[in-house]
């Protein structure tokens, strides 16, 4: 593994792992405990058709991404609310309306779109310095925001309602909650690909809700956790020659059982 | 004695529904209410209206001489249990902070100021000890002290409860109506409840609520609002000593 690091794509790979790792861990966190599980999944897939305008109109697809995946974000926290469409329907609706967009345009786009299949499943070992560079941007905003917001979003996210009795924007603060998992879905998308986002936005942060009990600690041990499983991902990945986005998932879900079944054995011989 | 809360025939609409029907009510400093009514009787409505959560279709709220929503900080709201993730990370201390939100403000953190007064509002319910506690190690009637807590640390003038009673079992209520009373010294008070026999003798009016809104300004309920509030015939029982709330009456 270290011999490999002098090469630069391996280098890049190693830091998108840890800049993912940062961001799935801080909103992973929130989206697990305040339950936004599809909401998270309608935001990345809805992104694909960023992807696909970018490809369309010759920009980076990444950014088309960001902008789609914030539209989406913006769109999801404000149509339930303004018609008569429920939460869980419009969600559905996005997810699939985006994803569409963006065959649509791919289809548009003159001659053969090479790296589509990246964008939907992660490609840890091609992300140019250029997009570490964004990764780097977005992952400030969020810690930037977090730390801002972080007694409001914890409040927001245990009691909504008393959160607003006492005066906390809440309506205000869940749009901004909702554009930070936006933001998330562009960090990981180069990592694991619009379809697998939401397993490293979950799966770190449900193994750490069963190892803590308090949030902070939360999402330390999901930022943590997300590092080791994309590290340890890409490594297997690399040995095995597998497709690394799929292989940081599969390890992920392979550690969420182990802990699974630990704090049930735990409980179990708590009782005995 | 000052007006804490008054809702002057205030309709509430829900989707075509009339979930308040022309109430009005009067809640003095030191009143201790208790609203009973059947389930769907618009009992949470009627606190929401009063938080300002929910906007009355017609009438007027006015809550310690302003709007609702100006009011709400300096008004103490315990939601009912059964709205709570037991589950979720967070400690008995960072609930009880969670009442000084509005008096932090936002993009900073609690002050010394508001530290203290969640520390007392913990102190107050006895729950001190178990600050460092995550809330699904507390038996309900702890955890119904920490949400008592929390909305004591935003200082009220008025507190409101939802049900508070449905997570404490019968051996811990006595204690429970104790500190309510002792809280009443500083506060108004008022609580709802589907229950009949959750208003004990210390509370001190006692109105039904089912849409519409039954009470007499006094603190004996009648068998005609009972039976209006829950359309059907209600069998007095009146349990003695504690429960002085329903008029002796032929068996």
């Known amino acids: 593994m270290l011999e490999l690091l002098q090469y630069e794509f391996m280098q890049n790979a190693v830091i998108a792992g840890l800049l993912a790792a940062v961001a799935c861990g801080l909103i992973g966190s929130y989206v697990v405990v305040k339950r936004m599980v599809s909401v998270s999944g309608g935001i990345a897939h809805a992104s694909f058709g960023g992807i696909g305008l970018g490809y369309l109109l010759g920009f980076n697809p990444v950014t088309g991404a960001l902008v789609f995946s914030l539209g989406a974000a913006l769109l999801m926290g404000t149509v339930t609310r303004r018609t008569r469409l429920s939460e869980d329907a419009s969600i559905g609706i996005l997810w699939a309306t985006g994803m569409a967009l963006g065959v649509i345009f791919i289809g548009l786009a003159p001659g053969y779109a090479p790296d589509l299949f990246s964008y939907l499943f992660g490609s840890i070992l091609t992300v140019p310095t250029s997009d570490i560079l964004m990764m780097l941007v977005l992952d400030s905003i ?6 801002l917001f972080y007694k409001e979003f914890s409040a927001l996210s245990f009691d909504e309602e008393f959160s607003r009795v006492v005066g906390v924007p809440t309506l205000f603060l869940n749009l901004v909650l909702l554009c930070l998992i936006a933001l998330t879905v562009v960090v990981l998308i180069r990592v694991v690909g ?4 939401i397993a490293l936005v979950t799966i770190p942060a449900s193994i750490a809700f069963q190892l803590t009990r308090s949030l902070k600690k939360m999402m330390l041990v999901s930022s943590l956790l997300g590092a080791v499983f994309t590290i340890a991902g890409l490594w297997l990945s690399y040995q095995l020659d597998l497709a690394s986005g799929a292989t940081i998932i599969l390890v992920s879900a392979f550690f969420l059982v182990i802990t699974l079944g630990w704090t049930k054995f735990r409980r179990f011989r708590q009782n005995v | 004695m000052s007006n804490i809360a008054s809702l002057n025939n205030v309709w509430v609409n829900y989707s ?23 389930n769907g009787g618009g009992k949470s409505t009627l606190l929401k209206t009063i938080l300002g959560l929910i906007e009355p279709s017609r009438g007027k709220v006015e809550i310690l001489g302003m709007e609702p929503r100006k009011a709400s900080r ?18 008995v201390w960072e609930v009880a902070l969670m009442g ?24 107050k319910v006895e729950m001190a000890d178990y600050k460092n506690r995550h809330i699904s190690q507390l038996s309900g009637g702890q955890q119904q002290r920490v949400l008592i807590a929390r909305a004591l640390a935003t200082r009220p003038k008025l507190l409101l409860l939802d049900e508070p009673m449905s997570n404490v079992d019968s051996a811990m209520q006595k204690g429970f109506y104790e500190l309510l009373s002792e809280l009443n010294q500083q506060m108004a008070i008022i609580m709802v409840s589907h229950d009949i026999s959750a208003v004990s003798q210390y509370v001190k009016k006692v109105a039904c609520l089912n849409r519409k809104l039954y009470y007499h300004g006094t603190g004996q309920l009648t068998t005609e609002d009972l039976e209006a509030a829950y359309q059907c015939p209600v069998e007095l029982i009146a349990h003695g000593a504690p429960h002085r709330v329903l008029k002796d009456h032929p068996r």
């Open chain 2, 16 to 38: 075509g529904l009339t979930a308040l029907e022309d109430v009005s009510i009067n809640v003095e400093e030191h009143d201790f209410m208790g609203i009973i009514g059947p």
């Open chain 1, 194 to 197: 619009i379809v697998l986002v």
């Open chain 1, 142 to 147: 969020i810690l930037v925001v977090v730390v």
């Open chain 2, 100 to 123: 000084r939100l509005g008096h932090a403000g936002m993009l900073r953190g609690y002050s010394a100021a508001d530290r203290a007064a969640a520390q007392q509002a913990l102190e």
């Open chain 2, 74 to 91: 300096q008004v103490g709201y315990v939601a009912q249990f059964q709205n709570f993730d037991r589950q979720f990370p967070i400690n």
